[in-house]
Nanobody, 126 residues
Framework: VQLQASGGGLVQAGGSLRLSCAASGSSLNGYTVAWFRQAPGKEREAVSSIRASDRNTFYEASVKGRFTVLKDNAKNTVYLQMNSLRPEDTAVYYC????????????????????WGQGTLVTVSS
């Protein structure tokens, strides 16, 4: 499966963006899809994921309540709706696919995701 992430841009603090992760070559139905981000000088961190086996969603603590991950099977696309953006959300955002079921405690583990899209840059100004 090939992944294409898009939707990044420049937004003021408090604003919103919606990132898209469009898949081609295979259906996303059988894959858990996660969003990761990497800020300059920082390690990559998991932001959110939606598990294929039961559509459970997971969020990193700092984005819980502000970000929502959604999967549209008809469009073969996963979205990350980001509201109330903060300057610390500035990063390159990546989407990635993993196995149909990833256990709760490991949803954030990047080694469990094996297809990665190119990143899309999100910049939040203060």
């Amino acid at each position: 499966v090939q992944l294409q992430a898009s939707g990044g841009g420049l937004v003021q603090a408090g604003g919103s963006l919606r990132l898209s992760c469009a898949a081609s070559g295979s259906s996303l139905n059988g894959y858990t899809v996660a969003w990761f981000r990497q800020a300059p000088g920082k390690e990559r961190e998991a932001v959110s994921s939606i598990r294929a086996s039961d559509r459970n969603t997971f969020y990193e603590a700092s984005v819980k309540g502000r970000f929502t991950v959604l999967k549209d099977n008809a469009k073969n696309t996963v979205y990350l709706q980001m509201n109330s953006l903060r300057p610390e959300d500035t990063a390159v955002y990546y989407c990635a696919t993993g196995a149909r079921h990833i256990i709760n405690s490991q949803w954030h583990n990047p080694s469990l995701y094996y297809n990665w899209g190119q990143g899309t840059l999100v910049t939040v100004s203060s």
